[in-house]
């Protein structure tokens, strides 16, 4: 019933930006920890950037810190990734993750997007 879906996704020069956004349907945002993964090549998943729904504070990862910004937009019930200075080590699957209720006195389950390839080049 709760669905994630990112875009935003494709090739862009070393020191170029890209914007990602992350859409739900089923179930708001609200109250929910939203973020972003990614996983590079030959290496396992990493954290990015995550926000607190209610707060709307961002936390980030050393290695994208001044780099990236974690926004969302309650009204389109959107997470957004703004990536800027863009490296090729940046080059991975960037997925989005939402840990939220989905129902009334149960614990919070997480989900997961398919995922959305960013790809950088020198």
């Known amino acids: 019933q709760v669905q994630l879906v990112e875009s935003g996704g494709g090739l862009v020069q070393a020191g170029g930006s890209l914007r990602l956004s992350c859409a739900a349907s089923?179930?708001?945002?609200?109250?929910?920890?939203v973020g972003w993964f990614r996983r590079a090549p030959g290496k396992e998943r990493e954290f990015v950037a995550g926000?607190?729904?209610?707060?709307?504070?961002?936390y980030y990862a050393d290695s994208v810190k001044g780099r990236f910004t974690i926004s969302r937009d309650n009204a389109k019930n959107t997470v957004y990734l703004q990536m800027t200075s863009l490296n090729v080590e940046d080059t991975a699957v960037y997925s989005c993750y939402a840990l939220m209720k989905v129902a009334p006195f149960s614990p919070p389950r997480d989900f997961w997007g398919q995922g959305t390839q960013v790809t950088v080049s020198s």
């Open positions: 089923g179930r708001s945002f609200s109250n929910s920890a």
């Open positions: 926000i607190y729904w209610s707060g709307g504070r961002g």
